[in-house]
């Protein structure tokens, strides 16, 4: 009898302190842009709630999910909102990716292992490639056949690669994008220190590359030993002058100023990349502020004379009865600088009329 007691004893004691949650928790971190979306699921009826505590705050769950961004059909709200947004850790930057003029080809530039690499050429979704054939700087061939937005990546499910991939696009107005998946041992999150614990916390880890620039040279210097390396374009920045302009930066107070330009209508705005700019300098055009979309701007060659950057620049503009999207656009496109003697000018003609470009 008093085996039987002690057994029974134990049982309760187990029971009071090994309960399942009753919930579960799904983190879609972005590096690249600093989000972290913690998505909840669980079974509460109408009216029900369930508290939680991260630290210091308080967490209410209910099923009743309101209506926003990543907003997932069957998931709870966590304080009335669709997903819990917290920062990421700092990740350094594991991949870039630049398409390459009057060509199929991407170039793309790992570091480190990748799970795979997405590209978003702004309505359209591809594969660019998995595994060992992303390993270093490689070119890849852009599929044929594009992919269904984000479904299938990571341990996201279709409704949460549905909801992340209109996210994205009108988060940054379909500007041209890339994404890498990181295998959950290479990047910096852990599962959030939640209170109680889910039963089950997924991670599905994503470097976001926001604007994609143009690989000049294919990643290979010219036989001057002049070499620009693509740093960031796109078509939102905050310059706001109709006419083009020419920005050459040698030092980290300048280039601050046109990063801010290039990338002021990002939310939240990101940290100016760190430029060794004892060896290298920074080129940027910005092709004018625009009523339309279906502008855009690119260098097509670059030759060294001197101290002085030639550069013949590509000014793109839509054909007479082009449907374009009706908003303001601010076309850009930046690059770095490296090898030769030091940049002192830039001369930037028009490809099309030879007219210089100031």
Known sequence: MKRFLLFLTALVFSACNFQPSDYTAHDIVLYGIKERHTIFYGKLQPGQTKNLTLGPLQLTLSPEQPVGDLAIPGALSVNGRP???TNTASQREVFGLATIPLSPDLSVLTRGALESVYYFDGSRWYDVGSGAKLEGNVKVKLPKRERLGLRGVGLLNDAEADALTAYLRTKYRNEPMALALIANANHADTPLGLNPRPDRNNITALYV???????LLGGFANNEGLKLTPLLSGSQSRYEASAPSVRLDRDAASFAQTYALMT????PQPTP??????????????QGQKATGGFGVAISSATLEGTTLNLRVTLREPAPGTITSQALTSPFVSVVVTGGTRIERVNAVNAATGAPLR
């Open 273 to 286: 990349p760190t430029i060794d700019f004892a060896r290298a300098s920074v080129v940027t055009v910005f």
């Open 83 to 85: 997903t819990l947004l």
């Open 209 to 215: 590359q926001v604007g994609v620039p143009v690989d």
């Open 264 to 267: 002021g209508n990002q939310v």
